[in-house]
């Protein structure tokens, strides 16, 4: 359908202008995750500061869903409070097991376009793994 198109265009698109790649310097918490059924792998960088996360960055290997996950995720909470990562975080989970979300007051930006994602479950781990590693760092943040 041309809702699919639009949604792999989406993909691609963040898979090959990645939002916020890249690394920062002090003051952050980095969490590295991998998949383990592939192999591929994440850093992800948060600066949190009085609930709010202040900045975001994340490297990392692996395929296209994992990758446009990623710089979707990043995009989603950038600026935002930890408070709604997290909502958006469970959202996201919701997502991929094929319920409809409505995003209630979160502005989830271009994170719908994984929908598709949640009908193949080895691609499910791929697209969560920048969102697990969202949860830990957020976790970190506040020890
Ligand atoms: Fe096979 Fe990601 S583990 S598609
Ligand atoms: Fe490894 Fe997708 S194939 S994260």
Redesign the pocket.
């Known amino acids: 359908s041309s809702l699919d198109d639009l949604y792999r265009r989406v993909i691609m698109d963040h898979y090959q202008r990645p939002r916020n790649r890249g690394e920062m310097d002090q003051d952050s918490v980095t969490i590295n995750l991998n ?1 383990p ?4 792998r994440i850093q992800l960088q948060l600066k949190v500061e009085d609930g709010i996360i202040k900045d975001v960055k994340f490297i990392g290997e ?2 296209s ?2 990758m446009s996950s990623a710089s979707m995720m990043t995009e989603a909470v950038k600026g935002g409070t930890v408070e709604d990562a997290l909502r958006m975080a469970d959202l996201f989970s919701r997502l991929m097991q094929g319920e409809e979300i409505d995003d209630e007051d979160l502005d989830i930006g271009d994170i719908e376009a994984l929908a598709g994602v949640s009908k193949f479950p080895a ?1 499910i ?2 697209a969560t ?1 920048a969102w697990k590693a969202l949860q830990q760092g957020v976790h970190d943040s506040a020890e």
Do not use: V
């Open positions: 998949n059924t592939c192999g591929d692996g395929c869903i994992s691609r781990k791929c793994l």
